[in-house]
């Protein structure tokens, strides 16, 4: 098939997601062209068999990498549906598939406005805050909605996401769940196990946006810090990062916790960890919790969102009620108290990952794909 992926280039689920599948099907011959505002972290040009379209060039970009840019001036939305529209003259692409809401459910609207009975088939991936915080804007909601029914097919990442944007876009039916995916060559517990002696070592991962509840996560490492020899790995970066910085160094503890920063490849930093804090006020999923599992890593998350359909509670990590630090502290010390339910638990962690094994969650993609294709017939 020939498609057309479209995703934001800032570090971020929907990115690692979209430029991910690109690659596996690029492997797997299809021909596939990614449209990104820059290029997306990770991007790696030579030999993924994916030909990228970026609309303005790398250093010109003023954004921090870790923002989402839903604010789209004027010129550069232009731009992007100019584009796509000399493309798909050029490349007759069989699917448009967009990942996140915002700015793109517009963007493939106005190329099918453009174009009418001559567009590829457009499928939309709603991946997260496109619904919960745009999706229920008052004035922006309803366009939203009106730009999703004019696609001609949604999937989301799990099926609480599903069911609730279903609800508020107000969809004849629900999106298609197709769950994200780990590439399981790339996240695997360490192949040498490390037997030197060292801190209990705990590790959040994230674009640092408020909706990560920073705080919860410092208050839960506070807790553990004071009864147990622990460090705090945080990697990535974003708005919440100064507020953090300085509740560390108020409480004193800076010194055991180490800030990585942004990082295209996470996998080695998740492999080495102990424990993975994923306190989110909402998640659709969390990329990263299945990253953690993947790794052999239990997660520790909140009970919000699509993440009780990612992590399961008592078995692969344990799932408290969103700003619950104390009760996260208690189940954490328990857990690294007890070594055999410790050891059993990375165990179940690593192979409930395999349930989302890139290869078989590809597929999904490319049925899907073809369902809609043949629902709609050949482009006219
Ligand atoms: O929706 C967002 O805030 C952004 C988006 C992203 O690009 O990081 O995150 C969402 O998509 C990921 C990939 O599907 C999911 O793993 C995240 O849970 C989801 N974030 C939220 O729902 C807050």
Same mark, same amino acid.
């Given at each position: ?23 596996? %099907? ?16 990770? #991007? ?7 030909? %990228? ?12 990498? $870790? ?30 598939? #967009? ?45 939203? $909605?009106?730009?999703?029914? /004019? ?117 080695? %930093? ?17 990329? $990263? /919790? ?27 990590? #344990? ?29 179940? /962690?690593?192979?409930? $990952? ?27």
């Amino acid at each position: 098939m020939r498609i057309a992926m479209i995703c934001h280039s800032s570090f971020g689920g929907s990115t690692r997601i979209a430029t991910e599948l690109s690659f596996e %099907l690029a492997r797997r011959g299809h021909k596939v062209h990614l449209f990104s505002r820059t290029a997306p972290p990770g #991007f790696r040009d030579a030999g993924n068999g994916v030909t %990228l379209h970026r609309i303005i060039a790398d250093q010109d970009d003023q954004t921090h990498p $870790a923002s989402l840019y839903t604010y789209w001036p004027k010129h550069e939305y232009q731009k992007f549906v100019s584009h796509l529209l000399q493309s798909i003259a050029e490349e007759d692409f069989d699917i448009l598939h #967009f990942h996140y809401a915002i700015p793109f459910a517009f963007i493939v609207q106005d190329v099918k406005r453009h174009l009418g009975k001559r567009s590829p088939p457009v499928i939309g991936t709603l991946h997260g805050t496109d619904t919960t915080i745009h999706g229920r804007d008052p004035v922006k909601g309803p366009s939203l $909605a009106r730009a999703l029914f /004019a696609t001609d097919g949604l999937t989301s990442v799990s099926f609480h996401h599903a069911h609730l944007s279903a609800g508020v876009f107000g969809l004849p039916s629900c999106p298609e769940v197709i769950p994200n995916f780990v590439d399981l060559s790339v996240f695997h517990p360490p192949v040498k196990v490390d037997e030197e002696k060292r801190k209990i070592r705990i590790t959040h991962v994230s674009n640092f946006r408020p909706i990560k509840d920073l705080q919860c996560v410092a208050r839960i490492f506070l807790g553990i810090h004071t009864r147990m020899d622990s460090e705090l790995w945080l990697i990535g970066d974003g708005e919440e990062m100064e507020k953090i910085q300085s509740f560390f160094k108020q409480e004193g503890i800076e010194e055991d916790v180490c800030f990585w920063g942004l990082r295209p490849n996470v996998a080695p %930093l998740i492999a080495q960890s102990d424990l993975l804090l994923m306190p989110s006020l909402y998640e659709s999923f969390c990329l $990263a /919790a299945l990253e953690g599992m993947a790794c052999g890593v239990p997660v520790i998350a909140s009970n919000a969102g699509g993440l009780p359909e990612v992590v399961i509670h008592g078995k692969t990590g #344990f799932l408290v009620a969103v700003g619950d630090y104390s009760t996260a502290v208690d189940l954490v010390v328990n857990l690294l108290s007890d070594q055999e339910k410790y050891r059993a638990m990375k165990e179940a /962690a690593a192979l409930h $990952a395999l349930k989302f094994d890139q290869k078989k969650i590809v597929s999904l993609y490319e049925d899907y794909y073809k369902r809609v294709e043949s629902q709609l017939g050949e482009p006219q």
